[in-house]
């Protein structure tokens, strides 16, 4: 009986252990489950499958893209449509502003580049990125985005790091300081979505339609995605909320009491001072820019919110900008005065 006990106790003991395993092995396998839906195959697999979708898009040297495009770089940016036209080493990238009705376009390749659209006339030089630095602030790579547009590492740059995805498609790229993480659909040779980030610098770009080069992915829906880059109602209307939008000029005279001389600014593609000429800047201490204005109108209410933040910013700069030149003008006459009386 005793024999009996004791081998009843191990079986027992077994049967604890091994359903403690299964348990455990249940909780592992939970733990790597994929979303519904994912594609998921082997490692050798996917690695070929990746091989064979990079040797497509690099032989398929003519392509083009239309999407939406977000840029910021320090806290400063803007948003609006862009077209990419690529014929070879050749670019020409067109980006519109809706609200201001302002375009500009870059075309180049190795070696140049020529920016027009620009206030006084076009710029060119022999790179792209720096060109549009230098005029434009923003940071953008132009050069490399040919290839990081479609999921692909620069040629000829610095060393890439890829993480593939399940389905072998790269998840993200770093390389030359940037990263650059990608979304895409279902099936297809090229990306949805892409959001590039290199210290303060940001890129965000939703296609909207790819032409040649490969398999095109299909046109990017107005998600939830989408929606979250576009988030400048809240934004503008908590800026608004601050001011006297019945009187600018009343607020512009408080600021200038208290020492205060600062214009208003609005951004979009570019930063602008509405209301003002060049040269208006005289005496100006800076420029604040109203949070939530953007080239890309979100619905009716930011067209009424940007009108209106448009009427006040015109409104303000000119009375501030009048304040400081009569304030100048009151100064010379009283040391003039003081001049004439010794």
Known sequence: MAVVGGMRAALTRTAVIAMLMLALSACVGGAVKRPA????????????REAARAQRLRTGSEWSLTGRIAVSNA???????????????RFEVALSAPVTR????????PGEARLEGLEGGPRS???AAALLLETTGWDIPVEALGNW???LPAEGGAAAKLTPGPDGRPLSIEQGGWTIAYQWPASGDLPSR???RRASARVRLIVDEWQGGAAAAPVASRDKGW???????????NELATLNLDDPAGDARADLAQGRARLIGMCGFSCL??????????????????????DVIEGDEHARLLEQATRYAIAYNQSLVAGLKANAASGATAAHAASASR
């Open 37 to 48: 839906g994912e594609t998921v195959v082997p490692a050798a697999d996917a690695a070929q």
């Open 75 to 89: 806290g400063k940016g803007g948003s609006g449509r862009i077209e990419w036209t690529q014929r070879g080493e």
């Open 102 to 109: 302002q375009s500009w376009r870059l075309v180049g390749g």
């Open 125 to 127: 030089g022999d790179n």
């Open 149 to 151: 547009l479609r999921g």
């Open 194 to 196: 892409l959001d590039a």
């Open 227 to 237: 929606e979250s880059l576009q988030s400048n109602v809240v934004k503008l209307r």
């Open 273 to 294: 001072t509405p209301g003002l000429e060049r040269g208006d800047s005289e005496g100006v201490d800076g420029v604040h820019y109203l949070d939530g204005t953007s």
